[in-house]
């Protein structure tokens, strides 16, 4: 029988966290009353001691709009490898059993996590060694598998659309063409969707390795019909065909991964270059992942919260909320982490774009 459940937020930050943690608060506390605390800062919270504050209905009130998460998050500290100093470098340490037993000390029955593919699958580890763990899906990137799609996805999409509505004019203005570099490391569902929604001319995704020498012709050819500016829409992730991915910095020690960023200077520089046609880049970064989160993700964190909650009454651990069509379902943790939800190159989003006349890099 639950009494008192945890909740943390692991991973990037995303639109709709607050949404999640209100639903299982009030979920928890007015039918079922129960207790709640949050864990602080994601795992961290349980690798330093229980970092918690308990959560009650005045404590979520007024967040449903707020982005971020007011329990705070770190896509570090992964307890299966985690880095301790060793004279001038690190060494990788399994602490999980730190974790396990500073959730027993927080004094939760259950514990719900909120992440994306990495914190996801340390969840499924420790609900292996017995700690009771209901997951809920987070990324903006839309990269996982298992649910039809994540919270925060919606209002990146949102937020790059406006920001292509607004580059459209200056464009036009100037006669430029202006690159566009979006988030999706792996997955270029973001660039896709937003890039259809905002009328791009040139969409770049890392599942479909593009030619420069493609893209120029893309362009050459608008300007023969006589247009004269140029949006081009590209993944961070994105990769010219036989090249890398353009990483900022290297994943550290205790960095959990490479940053990536830069592949928008490089197809700007390219098309400047071969067409002589002035051009800039904007990258928009971070602006993706904060701010209000759109209507559609407050409600979709809202039902992941409200259905984890009944998850865990149900005894259902080791599952993970999931929106299969119109409906929120228990789906295995396992199933969303075990292969990466990506765009497919002969789908019907990919065929729409190009079926649109918008150049997809091949
Ligand atoms: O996974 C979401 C994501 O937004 C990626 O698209 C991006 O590469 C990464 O997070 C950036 O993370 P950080 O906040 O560590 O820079």
């Given at each position: 029988m639950?009494?008192?459940?945890?909740?943390?937020?692991g991973?990037?930050?995303?639109?709709?966290?607050?949404?999640?943690i209100?639903?299982v608060?009030?979920?928890?506390i007015i039918?079922?009353?129960?207790?709640?605390v949050?864990?602080q800062?994601?795992f961290?919270?349980?690798?330093h001691g229980?970092?918690?504050?308990p959560?009650?209905?005045?404590?979520v009130r007024?967040?449903l709009?707020r982005?971020g998460?007011i329990?705070?998050?770190?896509n570090?500290?992964n307890?299966?490898?985690?880095p301790?100093p060793?004279g001038?470098?690190?060494?990788m340490v399994d602490?999980s059993?730190?974790?396990?037993d500073?959730f027993?000390?927080a004094?939760a029955?259950?514990?719900v996590?909120?992440?994306?593919?990495?914190?996801?699958?340390?969840?499924r580890?420790?609900n292996?060694?017995g700690?009771?763990?209901?997951?809920?899906p987070?990324?903006?990137d839309?990269?996982l598998?298992g649910?039809?799609v994540?919270?925060?996805?919606n209002?990146?999409?949102?937020?790059?659309?406006e920001?292509?509505?607004r580059?459209h004019t200056?464009?036009?203005?100037?006669?430029?063409?202006?690159?566009?570099e979006?988030?999706?490391?792996d997955?270029g569902?973001?660039a896709?969707?937003s890039?259809?929604?905002?009328?791009?001319?040139?969409?770049?995704?890392?599942?479909i390795p593009f030619h420069?020498?493609?893209?120029c012709?893309?362009?050459d050819?608008r300007?023969q019909?006589g247009r004269?500016?140029?949006?081009?829409v590209?993944?961070?992730g994105a990769?010219?065909?036989?090249?890398h991915?353009v990483?900022?910095?290297?994943a550290?020690?205790?960095?959990?991964?490479?940053r990536?960023?830069?592949?928008?200077?490089?197809v700007?520089?390219?098309?400047?270059?071969r067409q002589?046609?002035e051009?800039?880049t904007v990258?928009?970064?971070h602006?993706q992942?904060g701010g209000t989160?759109?209507a559609?993700?407050r409600?979709?964190?809202?039902r992941f919260g409200?259905k984890?909650?009944e998850?865990?009454e149900?005894?259902?651990?080791g599952?993970m909320?999931?929106?299969?069509?119109r409906?929120?379902?228990?789906?295995?943790i396992d199933l969303?982490?075990?292969t990466?939800n990506r765009?497919?190159?002969?789908?019907n989003?990919?065929h729409?774009?190009?079926a649109?006349?918008?150049m997809?890099?091949?």
């Amino acid at each position: 029988m639950i009494k008192s459940i945890a909740i943390l937020t692991g991973g990037g930050d995303c639109p709709g966290l607050n949404a999640v943690i209100r639903g299982v608060v009030r979920a928890a506390i007015i039918k079922r009353g129960w207790s709640v605390v949050g864990i602080q800062d994601g795992f961290d919270g349980l690798i330093h001691g229980p970092q918690t504050i308990p959560l009650d209905l005045d404590s979520v009130r007024g967040i449903l709009q707020r982005g971020g998460t007011i329990l705070g998050t770190s896509n570090r500290g992964n307890p299966f490898r985690y880095p301790v100093p060793e004279g001038e470098t690190f060494k990788m340490v399994d602490i999980s059993q730190r974790v396990v037993d500073n959730f027993r000390k927080a004094g939760a029955d259950a514990l719900v996590v909120a992440g994306g593919d990495g914190t996801l699958k340390i969840a499924r580890r420790l609900n292996d060694m017995g700690v009771p763990v209901v997951g809920v899906p987070k990324t903006i990137d839309n990269d996982l598998c298992g649910t039809d799609v994540t919270f925060g996805y919606n209002t990146a999409v949102g937020v790059v659309t406006e920001a292509l509505d607004r580059l459209h004019t200056t464009a036009e203005s100037h006669h430029r063409a202006i690159v566009v570099e979006v988030m999706g490391r792996d997955a270029g569902w973001i660039a896709l969707e937003s890039g259809i929604a905002g009328s791009a001319d040139v969409i770049l995704l890392p599942e479909i390795p593009f030619h420069i020498e493609q893209v120029c012709k893309h362009i050459d050819q608008r300007r023969q019909d006589g247009r004269r500016f140029h949006i081009v829409v590209v993944a961070e992730g994105a990769v010219p065909v036989g090249g890398h991915k353009v990483v900022q910095a290297t994943a550290g020690q205790n960095c959990g991964t490479e940053r990536l960023g830069g592949i928008g200077h490089q197809v700007a520089e390219a098309i400047q270059r071969r067409q002589g046609i002035e051009t800039r880049t904007v990258v928009l970064g971070h602006l993706q992942r904060g701010g209000t989160p759109s209507a559609f993700d407050r409600i979709l964190g809202s039902r992941f919260g409200v259905k984890a909650v009944e998850l865990l009454e149900r005894g259902e651990f080791g599952k993970m909320v999931a929106l299969v069509g119109r409906e929120v379902l228990a789906t295995e943790i396992d199933l969303a982490v075990a292969t990466m939800n990506r765009v497919d190159p002969q789908g019907n989003l990919v065929h729409t774009a190009e079926a649109l006349g918008i150049m997809v890099g091949r």
